[in-house]
């Protein structure tokens, strides 16, 4: 505009004014109509011409709380126009009169300074009595406006940021989206209640505006487009679901990583039987994920790589090789380790943390896009997706489990079987694979396949528990191995433990007490310090009642309707009620009652288990929490001075010096 390349503007113009919510482009919109309409060459014909662009962003913008700059633009147009005659007059106070009425049931955020200017121009313009009546017509409204306006500001507490917030919810440090995604919310609570009593349509219109502005101040943030999206279909239109569509596409090349848009997406086309376009959507998501996996790997492998050639690191010997006979120069096999600094250790874990987080994410937009497939064009188009599992090697046990599911749910028992026998070529030692495995075999009821499976899978575990166990011994391990080793662990004697006791429940409820007591006892060979109470307990519950809790040890909270799994009483994840202490060494408590609770990621699929075994009761100063901490420690060889060692052994004498465990004595 300040070089006169009008062309340039207008093509500007045409690409924003019509998604735009902004109170400023609207009005630097009317100032480009007036530049190039003078009122005063141009006559009636650019007043009209500017009378229009001024409804336009009135109708657009106009019930903004900050649109009160653009309304005084407004009305002072029209006041500055010079009538040529008493009829022209009569016509400018009418429209000025009309635009009073139609500004003032508004409220924006300096209406009572319109109120003001209006009063004081009504009473200039009209004879008295007719002044008092057109102001007394209007005051009603006007009132209803300002105290909607004093509600606004005491829900919002004044806090809404009225300029783009350029963060997501996961780059956030300051907290800074949450509050502002609450305030948004607060606001379209107070326009749901309707105390401007507006006509559905107006009331609908206003709404749709708020959500509006909450897209575009906050557009990182894939909630508030979810939510506008769901207010939009509630008006059941047919044009509107395509609407959404196309905002969602926006949306998307925002946020082109959020799973909740791409599912939203992906369902509203599905409904609209465009399914290839609903499978085009998470083909996006799988591309943006797979090439952040390989983004994080290639960190990882820049790092290693670098620790090899000595740049980060240094390679030491092991202190067996140091002590070893100068005479014997038989080679052996020598475990390495690196001395690594400790920010490196730190970075090299957080990115492993988050390669195991994608891996998980891309298996879970492979799983929903074969049930889509499944929904909406067969078993054919399944089997096409599940081929596509080689295009990504760390492709999740998930998958496997899920399109076996489906193929038995599409009476194809046989390839259901196969699919399982091709996975246990990979997950034959992943215990969270090897129990959906025991969980489709009890499905199908397949007995004799179900006694040799377990046997299979007990034996797999132990094997990989015993080696956990030994490699932890090593004191040459480093500190990444260390940590993955000691993961792989308790994920394993996690996993056995809900084996075992899912084959205690089948064989107690469907086979014979023989069967039962011989896996109650080899459980208890595995897990010594198991309560045998416990484990004779969890076989007699049902749903969310624990009888033997409540009724013989005094538990009052023992009935927790909803918490249990259906069917299962070994319940792993759930959280189990309170109960009594007793004498035993393993008591009937939350801790030992066989229900640790297992995270989950955001992408809904279970992670490995966090809580800890409990460690055996010692006694003296030492207790389980101090037990378990130094269990998970790393090796002493990484604890000395700095800068040679990766823990300051001094800080950390002092910081555990002054650290209070609850429970301990």
């Given at each position: 505009m300040n070089r006169g390349d009008f062309a340039r503007v207008e093509k500007l113009f045409a690409r924003c004014l019509p998604i735009t919510t902004d109170v400023d482009i609207c009005r630097t919109y009317v100032l480009y109509v007036r530049r190039v309409n003078d009122v005063i060459t141009g006559g009636e014909k650019a007043r009209s011409t500017v009378v229009l662009a001024f409804d336009f962003a009135a109708n657009k913008v106009g019930v903004d709380l900050e649109s009160h700059d653009l309304w005084k633009d407004y009305l002072d147009f029209f006041k500055s126009w010079t009538p040529s005659s008493s009829w022209e007059q009569q016509q400018k106070n009418d429209l000025i009169r009309k635009l009073y009425r139609r500004c003032l049931v508004i409220p924006t955020s300096k209406i009572e300074s319109i109120w003001s200017e209006y009063t004081k121009w009504e009473n200039d313009v009209s004879t008295p009595n007719s002044a008092s009546k057109f102001i007394a017509d209007l005051s009603t409204s006007y009132m209803e406006a300002r105290s909607w306006n004093t509600e606004w500001h005491n829900v919002t507490n004044n806090?809404?940021?009225?300029?783009?917030?350029?963060?997501?919810?996961?780059?956030?440090?300051?907290?800074?989206?949450?509050?502002?995604?609450s305030v948004w919310y607060r606001w379209i609570d107070l326009e749901k209640k309707n105390n401007l009593k507006l006509q559905p349509q107006e009331l609908q219109n206003r709404l749709e505006y708020v959500y509006k502005r909450a897209t575009s101040l906050l557009p990182f943030v894939p909630e508030m487009w979810f939510r506008y999206v769901q207010f939009l279909l509630q008006q059941n239109?047919?044009?509107?679901?395509?609407?959404?569509?196309?905002?969602?596409?926006?949306?998307?090349?925002?946020?082109?990583?959020?799973?909740?848009?791409?599912?939203?997406?992906?369902?509203?086309?599905?409904?609209?039987?465009?399914?290839?376009?609903?499978?085009?959507?998470?083909?996006?998501?799988?591309?943006?994920?797979?090439?952040?996996?390989?983004?994080?790997?290639?960190?990882?492998?820049?790092?290693?790589?670098?620790?090899?050639?000595?740049?980060?690191?240094?390679?030491?010997?092991?202190?067996?090789?140091?002590?070893?006979?100068?005479?014997?120069?038989?080679?052996?096999?020598?475990?390495?380790?690196?001395?690594?600094?400790e920010a490196d250790a730190l970075t090299i874990l957080k990115l492993e943390d988050k390669l195991l987080e994608l891996r998980k994410s891309v298996t879970l937009v492979y799983v929903k896009l074969m049930g889509l497939c499944k929904r909406s064009q067969g078993i054919k188009e399944v089997r096409s997706v599940f081929k596509q599992r080689k295009n990504f090697k760390e492709m999740g046990h998930e998958l496997y489990v899920e399109n076996a599911l489906i193929e038995f749910y599409s009476d194809n028992k046989k390839t259901a079987d196969k699919i399982f026998d091709l996975a246990m070529k990979s997950f034959a030692r992943n215990g969270a694979f090897l129990y959906s495995y025991l969980d489709y075999l009890v499905l199908t009821n397949a007995i004799e396949s179900l006694k040799v499976f377990f046997e299979v899978a007990v034996t797999n575990l132990l094997k990989e528990i015993t080696s956990d166990k030994e490699a932890l011994q090593v004191a040459t391990i480093n500190i990444l191995d260390q940590r993955t080793k000691l993961q792989l662990l308790k994920q394993n004697e996690f996993f056995l433990k809900k084996i075992v006791k899912r084959y205690i429940d089948f064989s107690s409820r469907f086979l014979d007490l023989d069967t039962v007591l011989s896996l109650q006892k080899r459980y208890i060979q595995y897990f010594p310090d198991c309560d045998e109470m416990v484990l004779f307990a969890d076989r007699y519950k049902l749903d969310g009642l624990d009888a033997i809790a409540k009724y013989d040890l005094g538990d009052k909270d023992a009935f927790t309707f909803g918490n249990e799994e259906e069917g299962d009483g070994f319940n792993e994840d759930s959280q189990p009620s309170k109960r009594r202490k007793t004498s035993s060494k393993d008591r009937y408590s939350p801790e030992s009652a066989g229900s640790k609770r297992s995270t989950s990621t955001s992408n809904g699929l279970s992670s490995i288990p966090q809580k800890p075994e409990q460690g055996p009761q010692l006694h003296g100063f030492v207790g389980n929490k101090i037990y378990g901490m130094l269990q998970?420690?790393?090796?002493?060889?990484?604890?000395?001075?700095?800068?040679?060692?990766?823990?300051?052994?001094?800080?950390?004498?002092?910081?555990?010096?002054?650290?209070?465990?609850?429970?301990?004595n």
């Open positions: 806090s809404l940021r009225r300029k783009l917030v350029p963060y997501s919810p996961l780059n956030d440090k300051t907290n800074v989206i949450d509050d502002q995604v239109h047919d044009a509107k679901r395509v609407a959404c569509i196309e905002l969602l596409s926006d949306a998307l090349v925002l946020n082109p990583e959020s799973y909740l848009l791409t599912f939203q997406q992906a369902e509203l086309l599905e409904r609209e039987h465009a399914f290839g376009k609903a499978q085009q959507c998470f083909d996006n998501l799988i591309k943006v994920l797979t090439e952040k996996h390989a983004s994080v790997q290639g960190e990882i492998d820049q790092i290693k790589k670098a620790l090899t050639n000595s740049q980060v690191g240094k390679l030491v010997k092991s202190e067996a090789t140091e002590n070893k006979d100068a005479s014997d120069d038989e080679e052996e096999d020598i475990q390495p380790i690196f001395h690594l600094k998970i420690l790393p090796n002493a060889g990484y604890f000395g001075p700095p800068p040679e060692h990766v823990f300051d052994s001094g800080k950390l004498v002092e910081l555990f010096a002054n650290v209070t465990l609850p429970g301990e």
